[in-house]
């Protein structure tokens, strides 16, 4: 194997806090990075985005910023859960408008955000 076959240790640690900050919903910071020119997009090992990853712990701010810097919304994870059915499922509705408001789709995923809402009685969370 080759250095190339191994990523650098210092930009795994990056990586790691990045996703850490989108966990914490540390706009600002993550901003910074982004900003610096970190992907907006970037995925952690399971295919979660900075963008899932603030939307499934409830960070509407950090969403819709995300949204405005061009994050894929429909972006589906490896499980194919897409970001908006995690909100539903975590009952988010804040976050849900960030989503819808940046072009999520109810239709994308497995299951979809309109099957998430159904399957737990979250329907309210999106338009009819």
């Known amino acids: 194997m080759t250095e190339r076959d191994h990523p650098d240790q210092d930009a795994v640690d990056l990586a790691h806090q990045l996703f850490d900050l989108a966990r914490q919903g540390a706009a600002d910071q993550l901003g910074a990075y982004l900003d610096a020119g970190a992907p907006v997009d ?26 405005r ?4 919304v429909n972006r589906l994870n490896d499980r194919g859960q897409s970001p908006l059915a995690g909100a539903i499922f975590k ?15 109810p239709d994308a995923g497995e299951p979809t955000a309109r099957a998430t809402a159904q399957m737990f009685g979250r329907s309210d969370l999106l338009p009819g």
């Open 69 to 72: 810097r061009g994050a894929d």
């Open 42 to 67: 970037l995925t952690d090992p399971k295919g979660n985005t900075l963008l899932m990853l603030a939307a499934y712990h409830g960070h509407a701010g950090l969403v819709a910023d995300l949204g």
């Open 91 to 105: 009952g988010e509705p804040d976050v849900v408008a960030a989503l819808l408001e940046h072009g999520a789709d």
